[in-house]
């Protein structure tokens, strides 16, 4: 239920560049089951598998509502970053990269995550929007139905949890979906039971030969360096919560959930899904004790069941879920307090790392900007000896990330 926002979400951004929306829509639900089954039994973990908003969001709106280059090519493009990531993923190299990640950043890459995961709570509720005239964030009207509902279910949530009650952010949907029915914010389906859109008009239509233009590849390494960081970020976010992490901040077998997200990305965009990664939302199910992969397979069968409750999904309002995403959001914190803020040359890249996550409204930037901040800061600080050898490495790749990213903005 935390990610359902995703089934309506998702075919919107990549409608908005021409793709049919009921296959769309079709679509996402299948390839959902379809990576969460491989997590439960290849990675035996509790991280649901779906398709980020980043990259659906360069399909569908960047790529071809804005520079007119068919969603058919923008998949081919997603489809040459997850052939990528499954030859660094079967060399061990994403491993080793993320082993090269300082520990400090590994305690602040979670409240970081949790900042962003919060934020778009916040703007699902409609509790903060953005200022054209001003240009930044602003408090949003408070008074409007969709922000009672949110407000109400986080009521719920906030009581629930509190007295750690088990499925409390599960109640919290609940209680706003129907508070949301009175004030208008619930839509009640005509009917609760559909037959599912043909997915067929966007299963192979990717044009993977017309994404091998030199042109686009900035596009490509945008994909690949925010799929990564995103990967990554939530694996060890999630990870942590879990408690599956060791002193150090890494996870044993860190590669296995690797693996499926590269076999996830790869294969989603041949069934027209692009970007497909373990979410951020799966701390949702972590939350309330899921510790194996019988969480990511329930999350699947879940999944599966929409195909014929499409009108269920598409009932529950983005205002029930933000909620579950502000407790889960604000429960991320709580990893800055084992951050050394006493060490300038430590604080300063976290604190960077959380603000850029903010101001880029990415985690992937975010996270990829606090490891570019900490190697410029231990060095301004004269504290080379506190940088791994092979973040000079990653920090090339990484300025140049920012260059696409600040350059295609």
């Known amino acids: 239920m935390a990610c359902a926002y995703l089934v309506i979400v998702i075919p919107g951004l990549l409608a908005a560049g021409g793709m049919d929306k009921g296959a769309a829509t079709s679509a996402v639900i299948i390839v959902f089951a379809l990576g969460s089954i491989l997590m439960a039994f290849y990675g035996n973990l509790p ?148 037959w599912p859109h043909s997915p067929s008009a966007v299963f192979f239509e990717l044009d993977p030969v017309g994404a091998l233009h030199v042109g686009f590849l900035p596009y490509l390494f945008v994909f690949f360096a925010a799929e990564f960081f995103s990967t990554m970020g939530t694996t060890l976010a999630v990870g942590d919560k879990a408690g599956m992490l060791d002193r150090d901040g890494n996870m044993a077998q860190i590669n296995t959930p690797f693996v499926v997200d590269s076999i996830a990305a790869t294969v989603g965009t041949l069934l027209g ?43 529950i309002p983005k205002e029930a879920t933000a909620p579950a995403l502000l407790l889960i959001g604000l429960s991320m914190f709580s990893g800055l307090r084992r951050v050394d803020m006493d060490d300038f040359s430590t604080a300063v890249p976290v604190l960077l790392m959380m603000l850029l996550t903010l101001g880029a409204n990415s985690f992937a930037t975010g996270i990829a900007g606090g490891l570019l901040c900490y190697v410029i800061v231990k060095l301004l600080a004269g504290r080379r000896r506190d940088i791994p050898s092979g973040l000079y490495i990653v920090a090339v790749p990484l300025a140049y990330y920012f260059w696409t990213v600040i350059s295609h903005s």
Do not use: C, D, Y
């Open 47 to 194: 991280f649901i598998v779906g398709p980020g908003v980043g990259g659906s969001a360069i399909v569908g709106v960047t790529l071809a509502a804005s520079e007119h280059v068919p969603w058919q090519v923008g998949l081919g493009i997603a489809f040459w970053s997850g052939v990528l990531f499954m030859l660094l993923t079967a060399l061990k190299l994403r491993e080793v990269v993320t082993r090269t990640v300082p520990l400090q950043i590994k305690l602040g890459l979670t409240s970081s995550i949790g900042l962003f995961v919060t934020m778009l709570g916040l703007r699902n509720a409609g509790l903060v929007l953005a200022n054209a005239k001003t240009n930044a964030l602003m408090l949003g009207n408070f008074t409007t139905p969709g922000a009672a509902v949110a407000l109400s279910g986080l009521a719920a949530g906030v009581f629930l949890q509190a007295r750690k009650i088990p499925g409390g952010i599960l109640w919290s949907i609940l209680v706003a979906t129907a508070l949301g029915i009175p004030l208008g914010v619930t839509r009640l389906p005509a009917s609760w039971f559909s």
């Open 273 to 315: 899904i692009p970007a497909l990664t373990s979410l951020i939302e799966s701390a949702a199910g972590v939350e309330s004790g899921g510790r194996t992969g019988l969480t990511a397979l329930a999350a699947a069968t879940a999944f599966l069941l929409l195909l014929l409750l499409t009108p269920l999904a598409l009932m």
